[in-house]
């Protein structure tokens, strides 16, 4: 471990710069380039950890993409037509096991912590996304060849130009240092940054060889219309969150107008990638489960965080990452306590995130949080820790946890005027001063007639200050102006009076906070299958999944040992028993020998196996059980069967158990 | 029943007329007029047999509609903005009546009748849609205001603008009966019938009295673009199937290679309808849920029909629909054995789908099958019998079940020459004469260079009339000419052979057909609320639904009868108790009566209520348990509630069941 030493020193040295440019007040533009140099010593200290760290037995992407194309989890979508980048259809077992998961993320959060579940629109108006900064924000930097239009994500030409270069001989020293310096950059570079490495190392078109234009902001929303005449410009969700913020008032008055409380949503979320890459990682269509929490911004404390304050995570704090240091474990409660967190409602979510991850077959040991540097947060959040899964991809991002403060609601309100905030009862009532215009309506009336109303509403909406010099003007002048929608008035002595008294209030008006656990459902269904693919010891053709009973597609296999029609009745007895209890199942039937057929649905991640035999005939019926991890079989009645299988796919009875009830069986011919 | 008679006479006259004009081959232009006063007289009839049929004690949608937006189960999405038509947001309650609704639906069909889930891109490239003729066909007329551009659904402009002129008394004799007319046919009105009648009445835009265009066909898909260029063309999908099916292969696989097999999907289809109204019924985004069952086009028996053979069904015949008679209860195998259902799988899922409708909570006598008139079927189907629930706003479509034969696996095959067929065991082996191409390789290859590859692949593919007529002309002419993608080919006797030889084959190849049970979860949802809204007998204010407690959005609720501190560890244990079981519960300690308390849980369909009273504390700790629809309750202990409410919620206990378990407590103040 001595190898990093150097690095870890390398990365802390421009930690400590970016600090002290801070707090010295540096021009921005220093210390962002004082972040970039940052992020490359990052990003060569977790190349080289990576490299050193102990591999995982032999993990084999090929044989996994493999065996989940064969046996359909899931494949490039409109394959016959030629396939689309970016999009995948999930087969039944993908699609089941994609069930499985929402399901219990629907128990672990929406049901144990009792929040509510929105259904919103996946089309949404452009004023929408415009409010929420997606239409302005939401976009990366592309390259056009010059000649023929075709398109290049700029950062991903650059690096795969770079790389050629680097391991071509007739590169010269200067210019590989220079192109590995920026492959280590890349990641934080702008428009600029990357225009200036195209001109410099004259970067072509890979296709054509064509001169390519200047980096062009691509904005990865897609784009559709509403309705016939064309002009009503929307565009498909980028995330679930603003379904729920455009419904934050009758969210709260369902909740009786009380905070804090959660709301959830589960549903498709779409993404224009320019190239995507990387199988269920980076896609252009995805399923998303977001919670947006709101919680008064004074007051983050979370009713249960006691529950889960000794709780352990590996904490990759913003500190550490920039004193070179790797991650730590750490209770959430020393987290918080020390401001590592921010508050206990972000802390208590970490957890319940954490066990989640852990509970859908995530390996804890390749699983950490990593907080967001002060510039690489999203432009609308104030702390944000995402759980980042390493599988052989690297360390991938699949759940943001972002305290959203009070962005979008405010957004919004300052889109459409709609007041989004609660009521906060004040600890005692306190005295406020009012100013009041009184309107004179007969007056009004008559003067303005027709527009008297919209005057009667923008007078009605004035702040103090705008009576107050409203009030100044009519005394000085005789009569002042007031815009309204639609006009301007002029407005005389006789028109108004203004009121001014004192009024004990109860409650003060808040904006909510938001705390956001937006998960990645694709991605973390990845990373739980390159971490449950095993291949049985001494036979590495032999592959299996180890995913948790809850989360395997089908639960149980049932083999008849041979083909002969006596054990038919047998074989009814068992479905009906597994269909009665809700149990998924699947029938081989095939030929082949008994350990090729448990093989086969090993290979797909069913835990449970029922072998009816020819001991099974003997009354009472009786089957084997086989658990798929270790290969153990017990005996017993095909009576017991739904209920014991049940209790161990839904987790409430383990394995142990089970052999702790029923006789062991000893198997043949599962090699 | 008498007034009716004389409209069902018109109708059959109609009836026979178009039965007539179809035997005796007549021009289809003749037919079609025809089948227009057919179309236009069921109107009629089925208009006064609605005006006749004994009402559902005084429904009242309005008072229904406040209380879907008031307790948000749906409301209008992007409402602060000034909503969308044509969307909604579902809330809390909204949201777990869909989601149970799709949990019992997956379980009903998916689980029972082992299908194979799939879940598809939403994001459907145009070449797709094209072959499935979405691209052509899906389509409104609709017209436009010429100055201002503003659009208008055809036939809704025509019906509002002929019932204003038949309600004007200024209108005269004539004109109103041939506006009657027009309302009648206007469904079976194509282009030019339209453009006819806005010509004759002088119709206007009704917004600014200026002139309209003539009908322009309007696509209904949403369009977008994927990727970066801009030129790649695609489609929000109009409905689920066409995932399916281009996923056909790989399903066949995953059977096995066997039919039939049914593949199964639930997610979103979006419409762009030019002006969406009547609430859920018809919208922009939808869920749907579409099963696609593959079956061998000559044998559509089914293996389960004779198990449901005698379930009886209201079927709405074609032949009754032409006779002017009225839809007819059936037993579904006499249907299938007259040959009024084309098939049995056809007629067993039509069983499937009424079992399911009533489990969710459709009233069976507002449910009837109607079969449609042949001209009626969409461009796929050749047999079609929709679902369809009386509502306040007439009787609506909500489940189509089609019987699509190989339409669309043949038109994927055309557009990709991909194969989408089955392989089927022969009966016995049979002989058939094979007429091959054998090329000699080498002469091509020196004769056509690079292009050799491309003409061998197009030898390959040729038929044997191709074949035939291909060596008929090198025998003839000395060499013939061969077109392949790219070029032309002169080929001579020197560069192939034909050979002759017979072949034993055990399998034929055949295009599945394709029976379609297409689900619209919106609609079905809407039935159901309006059929389970009820008003309290002698007290009208206070209404509340009766949903069947596997779809109620919340199974529980909890309610002390007073605010008291002592009953917090009882409530507490209630709490544990419901959640370890999984059940959904409300607790409200508002305060108000405990009989206005019940209501407000009424109110939204949460079947059962527990109290926790005075009497409660008494060792070991019992509730009362209260059942919404009859309002009668039981006294048992705490720990036996979460098995009992878990029992009453799925379904697996019925109330009588609980009564004879537990004594009956007698309430008070629950009026």
Redesign the interface.
């Known amino acids: 471990l001595q190898h990093l030493a150097p690095l870890r020193a390398s990365v802390k040295e421009y930690g400590d710069l970016v600090r002290a440019l801070k707090e010295n007040g540096a021009p921005k533009v220093d210390i962002d380039r004082a972040v970039v140099e940052l992020k490359a010593r990052k990003k060569r200290l977790e190349e080289r950890e990576l490299e050193l760290a102990p591999k995982e037995a032999a993990f084999d992407r090929l044989k996994l993409e493999d065996l989940l194309r064969r046996?359909?989890f899931y494949?490039q979508?409109?394959?016959?037509?030629g396939g689309?980048t970016g999009?995948?259809?999930?087969?039944?077992m993908?699609?089941?096991m994609?069930?499985n998961m929402i399901d219990l993320w629907?128990?672990h959060f929406i049901?144990?912590e009792g929040m509510?579940?929105?259904?919103?629109?996946?089309?949404?108006?452009e004023?929408?996304l415009k409010a929420s900064g997606h239409v302005d924000r939401f976009a990366d930097w592309?390259v056009k060849d010059v000649k023929t239009?075709?398109?290049f994500r700029a950062d991903h030409l650059i690096k795969n130009h770079a790389e050629k270069l680097i391991q071509d001989k007739k590169t010269n020293a200067a210019d590989r240092e220079a192109l590995v310096d920026v492959l280590a950059r890349l990641e934080g570079f702008n428009d600029k940054d990357m225009q200036q490495v195209i001109k410099k190392f004259h970067f072509k078109s890979p296709i054509t060889g064509n001169e390519l234009t200047d980096p062009i902001s691509?904005n990865l929303m897609?784009?559709?219309?509403?309705?016939?005449?064309g002009d009503f410009k929307a565009f498909?969700r980028p995330e679930t969150a603003q379904?729920i913020f455009?419904?934050f008032?009758?969210?709260l008055?369902?909740n009786?107008g009380k905070l804090p409380f959660a709301a959830a949503q589960i549903g498709?979320g779409?993404r224009?990638?320019?190239?995507p890459r990387q199988g269920l990682i980076r896609v252009?269509?995805f399923t998303m489960c977001e919670i947006e929490h709101f919680v008064d911004p004074n007051d983050k404390n979370h009713p249960k965080f006691a529950k889960v304050r000794d709780y352990e995570l590996t904490l990759f704090s913003a500190s550490n990452q920039m004193d070179g240091r790797p991650a730590e474990a750490c209770t959430i409660g020393r987290a918080v306590d020390q401001h590592t967190v921010a508050n206990e409602t972000l802390g208590y979510y970490m957890v319940r995130v954490h066990q989640f991850l852990v509970k859908v077959g995530v390996d804890p040991r390749r699983l950490r949080f990593r907080q967001h540097l002060a510039n690489e947060m999203a432009h609308y959040a104030c702390d944000c820790w995402d759980a980042e899964i390493l599988t052989s991809y690297g360390w991938i991002e699949c759940v943001g946890n972002a305290d959203r403060a009070c962005f979008d609601l405010q957004q919004?309100y300052k889109?459409?005027n709609?007041k989004?905030t609660a009521e906060k009862k004040l600890p005692e009532p306190k005295t406020v001063q009012v100013t009041e215009i009184v309107p004179n309506k007969g007056v009004i009336g008559k003067a303005f007639k027709a527009n008297a109303k919209q005057v009667m509403s923008r007078l009605a909406e004035l702040s103090p200050k705008e009576v107050e010099a409203l009030e100044r003007e009519i005394d000085s002048a005789g009569k002042a102006i007031l815009a309204y929608e639609g006009g301007e008035a002029e407005l005389g002595a006789e028109m108004l009076s203004v009121k001014r008294y004192e009024k004990k209030v109860h409650v003060e008006e808040i904006t909510p906070s938001v705390i956001e656990p937006s998960f990645g459902i694709g991605r973390i269904m990845y990373a739980v299958l390159e971490h449950s693919f095993r291949q049985r010891e001494g036979d590495e053709q032999r592959t299996f999944l180890t995913l948790p009973p809850q989360i395997a597609p089908i639960k149980c296999s049932v083999l008849p040992i041979s083909a002969n029609v006596k054990f038919e009745p047998i074989l009814a007895a068992v479905r009906e028993e597994l269909?009665k209890h809700?149990i998924?199942f699947k029938q081989d039937d095939?030929a082949g020998s008994i350990g090729r057929r448990y093989a086969r649905t090993d290979e797909i991640g069913i835990p449970f196996g029922v072998t009816v035999d020819f001991e099974s005939e003997e009354q009472p019926w009786t089957v084997t059980l086989r658990y798929a991890l270790t290969m153990e079989q017990v005996r017993l009645q095909v009576s017991d069967l739904g209920k014991t299988v049940r209790g161990l796919a839904t987790g409430r009875m383990s394995w142990e158990d089970a052999q702790a009830m029923f006789p062991k069986f000893e198997q043949k011919g599962d090699t």
């Open positions: 046996r359909f494949d979508s409109f394959a016959i037509y689309v999009l995948y259809d999930f087969g039944p993908g699609c089941a994609k069930a629907r128990k049901l144990e509510l579940e929105v259904d919103c629109s996946v089309l949404t108006p004023p929408v592309m239009g075709e398109c691509f897609f784009p559709t219309v509403i309705g016939p005449t498909l379904g455009v419904n008032k009758r969210l008055e369902f009786q498709s779409f224009n990638e320019i190239s252009r269509e919004h889109a459409t709609v989004l269909a809700e998924s095939s």
